[in-house]
T-cell receptor, first 111, second 120 residues
């Protein structure tokens, strides 16, 4: 499967700062998803996007499905220490198909 | 509700041994996916099933890997013989049929906690 280009690879920020990460692809996806993975656990879904241009919020998280369907971003506002983890973007071409994942963004938040 | 269940959570074995990983998907979900996660390659699909039928196994590394789904509530991933390069975290995920309407649960894949495999 195609690997998505996710950036940045890692971020080291202070509590209270806003965070932004993005994902791009050379091909179109019909669904974009953002997952968070804590150490020793499986990825947990944060936000799912189903329509080009869609902007969706989940608490302090905001994600957008790019209008070209080839990109997506995730913003975290007012970061807190429990935001620490690895964030993955994933694209899905068709419902029920497998996910193509980015390499992840490792986030560290200092108090 | 119980999520995706995987066993064992950890497995340490010697090269050449057979390894069997198990997965119980969420009840009512009709799609099941096996992924492998390594530092070098990230999360990669190995194989997925829809209604117990393998749909795409192009990600299975080689003939040493095989997967079965004998019924809707159980799947296995077997490696025989295992090699050190098979060391990774293996995740199982499941999803339910979409309703055709947009919504937060449409075809969302839910992941299990993973099996951490170390082949010595």
């Amino acid at each position: 499967g195609q690997q998505l280009n996710q950036s940045p690879q890692s971020m080291f920020i202070q509590e209270g700062e806003d965070v932004s990460m993005n994902c791009t692809s050379s091909s179109i996806f019909n669904t974009w998803l953002w997952y968070k993975q804590d150490p020793g656990e499986g990825p947990v879904l944060l936000i799912a996007l189903y329509k080009a241009g869609e902007l969706t919020s989940n608490g302090r998280l905001t994600a957008q499905f790019g209008i070209t369907r080839k990109d997506s971003f995730l913003n975290i506002s007012a970061s807190i220490p429990s935001d620490v983890g690895i964030y993955f973007c994933a694209g899905q071409k068709l419902a029920g198909y497998a996910l193509n994942f980015g390499k992840g963004t490792s986030l560290l938040v200092t108090p | 509700d119980a999520g995706v269940i995987q066993s064992p959570r950890h497995e340490v074995t010697e090269m050449g041994q057979e390894v069997t990983l198990r997965c119980k998907p969420i009840s009512g979900h009709n799609s099941l996916f096996w992924y492998r996660q390594t530092m070098m390659r990230g999360l990669e699909l190995l194989i997925y099933f829809n209604n117990n039928v393998p749909i795409d196994d192009s990600g299975m590394p080689e003939d040493r890997f095989s997967a079965k789904m004998p019924n809707a509530s159980f799947s296995t991933l077997k490696i025989q013989p295992s090699e050190p390069r098979d060391s990774a975290v293996y995740f199982c995920a499941s999803s339910r049929p979409g309703t055709g309407e947009s919504g937060s649960d449409q075809e969302t894949q839910y992941f299990g906690p993973g099996t951490r495999l170390l082949v010595l």
